[in-house]
């Protein structure tokens, strides 16, 4: 079975960033995050993850206040480095495609698709990635927050897509997320980790050892498109 971890900053405090990192290494697993800003961390030398870019072109939706080029080219000055993106709320479009692989980059993961993750390559010669899997969505579905309600595929790839705020405030429920989302740059999520109910947090650890049990070593996207060049 072949896994990868991917993780959506979300302009997130890097106290939830540093913790998510932190459990990674712990279990000896590797990971892709998605950045929507600057963390000194992500840009660390010897990162043991990836890093790719995580553009918000949403406002241009609402009011074109600025442009793609100028989202893209202010992020990848920060990720230089960076092989992959995933937008924010998976925007994106033929233009935002093209750009992005005339800037060098490799692959984009903006589809989801339950039924396990695939591969493709684009007009724009972008490698595209599905992912099959987020938490966010699995929120929204009301099921359990367990195991059982996570699809695995043995024949295709699996691509698990994960938020740093939703496993450090370990997130129950939409509701709880959407009371406090306001407050995700800002240290004062520290005191508002939930220890009360089964939440996206224990699921993740509940992930990493089944992972363990299982001897499965997570690979990061830039590495399977490199696998399979």
Known sequence: MKVALSFDTDWVNKLALEYV???LNYYDQKGTF???NDYEILSAEHLPHEVGLHPNFN????NGNSNYKQIIDELFEIYPNAKGFRS???????VILNYFKSLGLKYDSNIYHPDGAIKFKDFS????FTHNYVDLGHLMSGLDL??????????NLNIFCFHPIHIYLNIPSLSYY???KHLVPSEKIASLRNDKQKGIGNLF???LEFLKKKKIKTKTLISIVKDNA
């Not at 406002?59 to 609402?62: D, E, K, Q, T, W």
């Not at 709320?89 to 033929?94: D, P, Q």
């Open 21 to 23: 990192i932190d459990l």
């Open 34 to 36: 998605f950045a929507t």
């Open 59 to 62: 406002h241009l939706l609402v």
């Open 88 to 94: 924010h709320s998976l925007t994106t479009s033929s």
């Open 125 to 128: 010669g972008l490698q595209r």
């Open 146 to 155: 367990t195991l059982d309600n996570i699809k695995f595929s043995k024949k």
């Open 178 to 180: 959407e009371r406090i």
């Open 205 to 207: 650890i509940d992930f």
